[in-house]
């Protein structure tokens, strides 16, 4: 969800979900890691008038499906946005590349 308000930065929000469902480790002390301590989050870069965003950590690799999922970006009226499709890759890296 895109949405103006009267602050001024640029405000992205998300809530972890996902799982490893179906993984059967050999690691008898293996134990699966709650969405919630993945460690995915956004990470920016600026290219002049522009900011690239990007999600850190969003992984999808067999068992291992880990997103960030309700997106809401909150920016000031003068702000334009626009968005980008990403697929998770099996690594989580950043996508900061110049538009």
């Known amino acids: 969800m895109l949405s103006n308000y009267d602050g001024k ?41 522009t900011l690239v965003i990007s999600s850190v950590n969003e992984t999808t690799y067999i068992h291992h499906h880990y997103v960030l999922a309700d997106i809401e970006i909150k920016v000031p009226p003068h702000i334009q946005v626009v968005l980008m499709p990403r697929a998770p890759t099996g690594d989580g890296t950043p996508d900061l590349s110049k538009p």
């Open 9 to 49: 930065e640029i405000i992205v929000i998300a809530v972890p979900v996902g799982g490893s469902q179906g993984y059967h480790s050999h690691d008898p002390k293996w134990r699966e890691t709650n969405a919630t301590d993945w460690g995915m989050k956004f990470v920016s870069a600026q290219f002049g008038s």
